[in-house]
């Protein structure tokens, strides 16, 4: 009898799938799900509308019935609000762009459900995301990689997960393509073979993130000047938190040229502005490190970098500057470096670690 493997089921198929093989390899598996939602937004949100959902809660049940394995909701909507929710609005607020998803990956998915799966002695914890771990004896530690299907990979919200976890998560999906895994639900007859992945914040299902933010941090939308590089005013805006570095559309600027958001200066409420050439990064530093494949960084090497989720990664140099790296990019990163985002360093397809973009 292989270990018992406890996995975190969101409702969509690729969780699902993941629990099959899993149980198919011969593993007693148990099904989980976490009810992250807070009950302000169970009572006002569609349920059919996003992932963590009732309706998703329903899906998870249901497929964990189709595969014939045991089922628990585990309730974590405190510590969801406190330290995904709160952080993204408080992040927002000071002018910066969090990303929630990789802190909830390391807080809730494989913090709370590996404590579970610890108390109930099952001694693997696994989700559905696309991505590879495994032993590096040269390095001696685990070491995170992408996924085989490079187009799904999501290795890059993992990136901040400890040796322990790591030690301890199976990733069945990392080896195989989004299309294999949608065959092999519907061969199994999965109900949710066919079910469409979410792309919206799972707390944000409507997409309206500025509607979200002004009910709950009224101070980020103090207006102010809308400032261009030598600081000439060029009009107002509605506040630092509906703003992001890139952004184009909603400045209610007339110019002769498109006009980005260069730089949020949340000190003197201002917004900074240029045109697109000005908005491409050369370097950034990265803070509050976390190494994943490596022990650290003691000199300067070569590394890729993505700077954000849905982004390419870029050849860049990495050097050591204190608690901090600093990034300098082979070629100019067009469309900027927005801070509170994480910038996560490749080699190859091995995630060396990664940190968040300092202002």
């Known amino acids: ?43 006002t949100v569609p349920k059919n509308q996003t992932c963590c959902s009732t309706r998703d809660l329903s899906d998870a049940r ?23 929710m709160e952080r993204f609005v408080e992040g927002y607020a000071r002018g910066l762009t969090p990303n929630p998803c990789v802190v909830c990956n390391r807080k809730i998915k494989c913090g709370v459900l590996l404590e579970k799966a610890r108390a109930l002695g099952a001694r693997w914890l696994a989700t559905g995301h696309y991505a590879r771990v495994g032993w590096n004896e040269t390095a001696g530690r685990f070491g995170l990689r992408q996924a085989k299907d490079a187009q799904k990979d999501q290795s890059y919200v993992l990136f901040q997960l400890a040796q322990d976890q790591l030690a301890n998560l199976l990733l069945p999906l990392g080896e195989i393509s989004k299309g294999e895994v949608r065959e092999i639900a519907q061969r199994i007859g999965l109900r949710v073979a066919d079910k469409p ?77 240029g045109e697109e050439e000005e908005l491409a990064a050369n370097s950034c530093l990265v803070e509050e490190l976390h190494w994943v494949s490596v ?63 300092a202002r």
Request: aromatic letters at 6%.
């Open 295 to 357: 022990s650290g960084l003691k000199a300067p090497r070569q590394a890729q970098v993505k700077v954000r989720y849905r982004g390419d990664r870029v050849p860049a140099q990495l050097t050591p500057a204190g608690d901090r790296v600093r990034v300098d990019f082979l070629a100019p990163v067009a469309g900027g470096v927005s801070p509170g985002q994480a910038a996560v360093f490749y080699d190859g397809d091995l995630v060396l670690g990664g940190g968040w973009i």
């Open 197 to 273: 992945e979410s792309m919206e914040l799972c707390f944000i299902p409507d997409g309206d993130t500025q509607g979200f933010l002004k009910s709950r941090a009224p101070e980020g939308f103090q207006p102010g000047p809308i400032v261009n590089r030598k600081g000439g005013v060029l009009g107002t805006h509605q506040g630092i938190a509906a703003y992001t570095t890139g952004q184009r559309k909603g400045l209610g600027i007339a110019h002769p040229r498109p006009l980005y958001v260069l730089e949020i200066d949340p000190a003197a409420n201002r917004v900074v502005v």
């Open 62 to 84: 249901a497929a964990a019935h189709q595969l014939g394995i045991p089922f628990y909701v585990v309730e974590a909507a405190e510590l969801f609000k406190r330290e995904v």
């Open 1 to 43: 009898m292989k270990e018992a493997v406890v996995v975190a089921m969101s409702g969509g198929v690729d969780s699902s799938v993941a629990a099959h093989l899993l149980k198919e390899a011969g593993h007693p598996v148990i099904g989980m799900t976490l009810k992250t939602w807070p009950k302000e937004l169970c009572d």
